[in-house]
C-alpha cells in the first residue's frame, strides 16, 4: 500500500513508520511526507531516507479551502492508498478528507479531549488512565470512527511533557500495527465501525 504522511513537527511516529516500511513483509511504503509547515523536524529524516517531502504552507494561500485543495492535490499526485496524519496539527477540510482515505494518530482516549491540547487537558481534568486513538479522518475534529486505542496510565507528577512522552511511545506501536495491518489486509468503514477487510492472495 502506498503512504503519504503529514507531520507539522517532530515526526517521531513517522520515523517509526519510516523504520517499519524497511521490512518488505510490513505491506506498506512510505512514498512521500507532506507537512504544512517549511522547519519540520521530520522532513529532514525523510529526505535523509529518500523520501519525497512537500510543504503546503498555511500563508502561501487565502484561505482554508484554497490550502485544502492545494494540499488535496499534493497528496494526489503521489497516488496513496492511505494517508497518514501523525502529529499534524492543522484540520483537513472535504478536499482532503473526501478524496483520500485518510487516518489521524490523536494522544487521549476519544472521545475525551479533542483538539490540540488533549494531554494538558486530560492532565487537568484529572483522569488516571489517558491514552491514544488511531480513527478515520472526517470532516470534524478528531472525530472519525475509532479503529484502534491504547491506554497509558497518569503518574503522579506527571506534567505534560512527560505524560505525552509515554504516550508517544505507545503511540507509535500502535501506529505501525495498524497502517500495517491497513496495508495487508484494507479496511471498510461501516457506519461508525472499522472493518478490516480479508487479505488479498
Ligand atoms: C503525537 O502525540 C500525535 O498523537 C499528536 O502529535 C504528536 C506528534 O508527535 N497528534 P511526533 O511528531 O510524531 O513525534
Not at 76 to 105: C, K, Q, T, W, Y
Request: aromatic content about 4%; overall charge negative; charged content about 25%.
Amino acid at each position: 500500500a502506498r503512504v503519504v504522511v503529514l507531520i507539522s513537527g517532530t515526526g517521531s511516529n513517522m520515523s517509526a513508520l519510516l523504520d517499519a516500511c524497511r521490512a518488505p513483509e510490513y505491506g506498506a511504503q512510505v512514498v512521500a511526507v507532506g507537512s504544512d509547515r517549511p522547519g519540520a523536524g521530520g522532513l529532514e529524516r525523510a529526505e535523509a531516507d529518500g523520501v519525497p517531502t512537500f510543504v503546503v504552507p498555511f500563508r502561501d494561500y487565502t484561505d482554508r479551502s484554497e490550502w485544502d485543495t492545494a494540499m488535496s492535490d499534493r497528496i494526489a499526485a503521489f497516488e496513496p492508498d492511505l494517508v497518514v496524519s501523525a502529529g499534524f496539527m492543522r484540520i483537513l477540510g472535504p478536499a482532503v478528507v473526501g478524496r483520500h482515505a485518510a487516518i489521524n494518530i490523536h494522544p487521549a482516549l476519544l472521545p475525551s479531549f479533542p483538539g490540540a491540547h488533549a494531554v494538558r487537558e486530560a492532565l487537568a481534568h484529572g483522569v488516571r488512565i489517558t491514552g491514544t486513538t488511531i480513527h478515520f479522518l472526517d470532516e470534524g475534529v478528531d472525530s472519525g470512527p475509532i479503529i484502534d486505542q491504547a491506554t497509558v496510565p497518569v503518574e503522579d507528577g506527571d506534567d505534560e511533557a512527560a505524560l505525552h512522552e509515554r504516550i508517544k511511545i505507545v503511540e507509535r506501536r500502535m501506529l505501525v500495527d495498524t497502517v500495517g495491518e491497513l496495508a495487508r489486509r484494507g479496511w471498510n468503514v461501516d457506519g461508525r465501525h472499522v472493518r478490516l477487510g480479508r487479505t488479498e492472495q
